[in-house]
Structure formats: C-alpha cells, structure tokens
C-alpha cells in the first residue's frame, strides 16, 4: 500500500531563512508525488509534483522538491521564507491506480518577523 | 469559473437530516473526485468520477454516503441520517484525466457541521 509520512507536524521559522519539510513515502512501484499548500480558510493548492521526469522538481513561490528514491524521500525546501509562506503543507503520493490522492498528515509552517 | 466551485460553503445541520454538497469542476475535466477533511482523520479520500465509468466508491466510509455526476460535470454528495462524526471540509477535485501524472484541483471546500 502507498503512503507518506511527514516527518514534522510544525516547523517554525525565520523570515528570510531556509524552510525544509521533509517527507518520506512508501509505495511498491514507481510513484507520483505531489506538494500541496493550504492556507487559513483557502482551498488546496498544488505547488508541485513529479512524475518521474526530472528528479528536482521546481514549483510554484520559490519552493522545490527533489525525488531519492534510494532514500524514499520528497522534501519540500524553499531558500529564504516569507510570511505569506506561513500554512499548511501536505505531501501527497497517488494511489497505484493513478486516481486517488494519499495525503500526509500535513506540516503547519510558522514563519516569524 | 476558472476553478472548483462548491456550494454551500458552510453547511449547519441537525443529526439525522440529508444534506446535499455540490461540485462544479473545471470545464473539460473529466475526473471529479471527493475528500473528506477532518481535525481527527485529516484528508480522506471518499469517491471519484471518470468519464461514463462506474464510480470508484471506495473510500465511502458508511452507505449513507453516496454521490453522482449528472451529464458528466457537475457532481452532488449526498449524506443521509447525517452523525455529528460527520461534521468535516468536504473537497472536491477535478483533473483533465484519471492518470497518475495528472495534478487534481481543488474547490474550496464545504464545511459541514452536525449538531
């Protein structure tokens, strides 16, 4: 069965320092991987995905993710965070029929002044 | 619209009664899926829609939970003898195919709650 872990319920940081969110999945084949963004009282908003092309994948607001499958890992990383960063991250991996979306327990990110 | 719409967007009932959640997707989308966000289960994944295909309902957590998709857009959710276990953001998603490299996107959500 496929699934993710988010390794962090809350991470909090510094405006204008780096954010990393890391996640790790488990899936018996081949999977695709999603990066979703919430904020306060918003709907969900995809910031990347891979789907087996390049292993780092860029998305959306500065924010990127890289593929180890040898680490079965997906970390979302961004270099320097802004307060508009602050939200609620999920790390996504499909399901093996392609359809359903396996969510992560989601990663609450605080960014201070 | 360019996105997802849902209406209601808040949803207030009382134990026992119907409510009914409805989705509008992206024009041209062919998939239409459901999730269910909850503070004690966090973000499930209820039904979802392909084209003329019979549904994938495996995610419906009790068979008081239903839903169909008229002419293949629009979709209703249906919960019958509504719990207070219920209460959740109801999501729902589109995606211009059921294939793994498709991204879903994701209306607003409904917020129910059952008193």
């Known amino acids: 069965a496929q699934s993710v872990t988010q390794l962090d319920s809350h991470v909090s940081v510094s405006e204008g320092t780096p954010v990393l969110l890391r996640c790790n999945y488990s899936s018996s084949y081949s999977p695709s991987l999603f990066w979703y963004v919430q904020h306060p009282n918003k709907g969900l908003q995809l910031l990347l995905k891979y789907t087996s092309a390049a292993t780092l994948v860029k998305g959306i607001n500065g924010f990127e993710a890289e593929f180890k499958k040898s680490e079965t890992s997906f970390h979302l990383t961004k270099p320097s965070a802004h307060m508009s960063d602050a939200a609620e991250y999920f790390c996504?991996?499909?399901?093996?029929?392609?359809?359903?979306?396996?969510f992560g327990k989601g990663t609450t990110l605080s960014v201070s002044s | 619209g360019a996105g997802v719409s849902q209406s209601p967007s808040n949803k207030v009932t009382e134990k026992g009664k119907d409510v009914e959640l409805r989705c509008d997707p992206i024009s041209g989308h062919t998939a239409l899926y459901w999730y269910r966000q909850s503070l004690g289960q966090g973000l499930e994944f209820l039904i979802y829609?392909?084209?003329?295909?019979?549904?994938?309902k495996s995610g419906l957590p009790s068979d008081r939970f239903s839903a169909e998709r008229t002419g293949g857009s629009v979709s209703t959710l249906t919960i019958q003898r509504t719990q207070q276990e219920d209460s959740a953001v109801y999501l729902c998603?589109?995606?211009?195919?059921?294939?793994?490299?498709?991204?879903?996107?994701f209306g607003p959500g409904t917020r129910l709650l059952v008193l």
């Open positions: 829609f392909q084209g003329n295909s019979a549904p994938d």
């Open positions: 998603a589109s995606s211009l195919m059921a294939q793994r490299v498709g991204a879903q996107y």
């Open positions: 996504v991996v499909s399901d093996q029929a392609g359809t359903a979306l396996i």
